[in-house]
């Protein structure tokens, strides 16, 4: 019913930027809050950073000041600039969006992942 693509990873040095986007698309009325998360090996995954229909946004303090996300309701998308890379930042990307389908209940969904990899 809704399909979330993401792109936009990849190899990066440290200090270096990346730009990863995630678009929803299928049978979608509205969406709330859209978010990105990550998971590195052998760790939880974790909120990065979050925003709402409105442009509220949250950010983990690990990111704060080096990642902003956007968002366009118009093209149901949503955009994660991360400048400032570190290593640490190294994991699974992974895009979610809390959607109102223009039929049923609607939900919570993900993308399937994209890997940055910060390494020198």
């Known amino acids: 019913q809704v399909q979330l693509v993401e792109s936009g990873g990849g190899l990066v040095q440290p200090g270096g930027s990346l730009r990863l986007s995630c678009a929803a698309s299928?049978?979608?009325?509205?969406?709330?809050?859209m978010g990105w998360y990550r998971q590195a090996p052998g760790k939880q995954r974790e909120l990065v950073a979050a925003?709402?229909?409105?442009?509220?946004?949250n950010y983990a303090d690990s990111v704060k000041g080096r990642f902003t996300i956007s968002r366009d309701n118009a093209k149901n998308t949503v955009y994660l600039q991360m400048n400032s890379l570190k290593p640490e930042d190294t994991a699974v990307y992974y895009c979610?969006?809390?959607?109102?389908?223009?039929?049923?209940?609607?939900?919570?969904?993900w993308g399937q992942g994209t890997q940055v990899t910060v390494s020198s």
């Open positions: 299928g049978s979608i009325f509205s969406i709330n809050t």
């Open positions: 925003i709402t229909s409105g442009g509220s946004t």
């Open positions: 979610n969006a809390d959607v109102r389908l223009r039929i049923g209940p609607g939900g919570d969904y």
